[in-house]
């Protein structure tokens, strides 16, 4: 079976190329920056948000893929020439659960609210996006993939991996208040591995699946975990939710908004999978991939650290 995957040059798409090329399948990767590929994956070159560029590079191919992920589109623009050259093939779309609205109610279920497409707010905009993405793609039958936060190597942002930094070097640890709020995370190899169940499963076309890990922790317990991980202790500071709110303390929005669950009851139903990773093997495993070289990926910057510590008088 011949599968094309958009992206595939980092993180969710990366793990995903590897996990095909390990199950068999004949993979097609198309991206603007080249990456290490697993033996037997072909790279088409060429940047989608150049118009014009996705249906040059893709055309010539059209006939031959089977299945098409699509892992970065953020608007209709994105997906208007994908679903014209393959809506007649299983198209698997990479969305998030950034497409729902807040709620008094967990879990959170597929049958959720979520963003009007219309909603102008710029906070939303990543969330709407999507929602836009996925309404186009519905009507070809795309299963769409709603992906809660991610832990693991490759990561094109820091996630975790400041926070490793952080502890590696001693300093101190802020969150917001005390760190109460829950985070739903799942490890990016069990994104990819249920991406791959998807594949042929007649009863996932046209589906909405989430897409998370089975266990949750609060935000100090993000912390804590990490810590553990890295062999060390975390020295946490908690910042008053006044000064908080204008500092990016941690990446998860639920430190400042609350934590919503995830219900991946319908994947676990449908699909061939479960997440393999908890979270302690996860930072476990992300620690592993950052102390081994994975820390020189990125640049680090703790002066708004400084800022908020001086802030508190310390």
């Not at 994105?78 to 007649?88: A, H, I, K, N, R």
């Amino acid at each position: 079976m011949n599968v094309l995957v958009l992206g595939g040059n980092r993180y969710i798409g990366l793990h995903l190329v590897f996990e095909l090329a390990r199950r068999g399948y004949n993979v097609t990767v198309m991206n603007s920056h080249e990456a290490p590929l697993p033996d037997g994956a072909r790279r088409l070159h060429g940047d989608r948000q150049v118009p014009g560029v996705l249906k040059d590079v893709l055309e010539p191919h059209r006939g031959e893929f089977d299945v098409v992920f699509d892992n970065t589109s953020y608007q209709i623009k994105d997906v208007e020439p994908l679903v014209e050259m393959f809506g007649d093939r299983q198209y698997v779309f990479t969305s998030s659960v950034a497409v729902y609205k807040r709620s008094w109610i967990q879990p959170v279920l597929e049958t959720h609210a979520t963003h009007a497409p219309d909603d102008p707010d710029p906070r939303k905009a990543y969330g709407v996006g999507k929602v836009n993405c996925e309404n186009y793609v519905s009507a070809v039958g795309a299963t769409s993939l709603r992906v809660t936060h991610t832990i693991g190597p490759n990561s094109p942002l820091p996630r975790e991996h400041e926070f490793f930094k952080r502890l590696e070097e001693g300093r101190p640890i802020l969150i917001p208040a005390e760190g109460f709020p829950f985070v739903h995370l799942i490890h990016v190899q069990d994104v990819a591995n249920l991406m791959c169940s998807v594949i042929g499963n007649d009863q996932a076309r046209g589906q909405i699946y989430n897409v998370a890990g089975r266990e949750i922790t609060s935000v100090a317990g993000c912390m804590e975990l990490m810590a553990r991980a890295a062999g060390t202790k975390a020295n946490i500071v908690h910042v008053p939710m006044e000064i908080a709110r204008r500092h990016r303390l941690v990446h998860w929005g639920e430190s400042l908004l609350g934590g919503s669950v995830i219900s991946i009851d319908k994947a676990l139903r449908d699909l061939d999978w479960e997440p393999d990773y908890g979270l302690e093997a996860a930072y476990k495993q992300s620690y592993e991939w950052f102390a081994n070289g994975g820390r020189d990926r990125y640049d680090f910057d703790f002066s708004s650290d400084e800022e908020v510590l001086a802030q508190l008088g310390r």
